[in-house]
């Protein structure tokens, strides 16, 4: 479930930098010409405040999946395991005990 959170994270980081890359701060740039729309998407005046919607909604959908991450990570583990890494073996085992013969019945 980790993997999961870590890949939807990425990829809505990628597209949060296209939606802000797209914005200029000045109102112009490639948000005035997106297809040729001018200052019309969609019926909405201005395409910067639909960009600057977009911007604010995909950074909490970040914050929130980048909170929700840590719930899936075990207690004392760092979330991932190294593969070159053999597994613990139990060094303070007792010894085996000597097996006693069959009691007579």
Do not use: H, Y
């Amino acid at each position: 479930m980790l993997i999961f959170f870590l890949i939807l994270i990425l990829l809505l980081s990628s597209v949060l930098g296209m939606v802000i890359l797209i914005q200029n701060p000045k109102g112009g740039g490639l948000a005035g010409n997106i297809a040729g729309f001018s200052n019309q998407f969609m019926g909405v005046k201005q395409t910067t405040d639909v960009l600057e919607k977009g911007t604010w909604i995909f950074a909490a959908l970040i914050a929130i999946l980048c909170l929700f991450s840590g719930f899936f990570i075990k207690p004392g583990s760092s979330g991932f395991r190294d593969p070159n890494l053999k597994p613990a073996t139990n060094q303070s085992a007792p010894a085996p005990s000597q097996s006693l013969p069959p009691a007579n019945k």
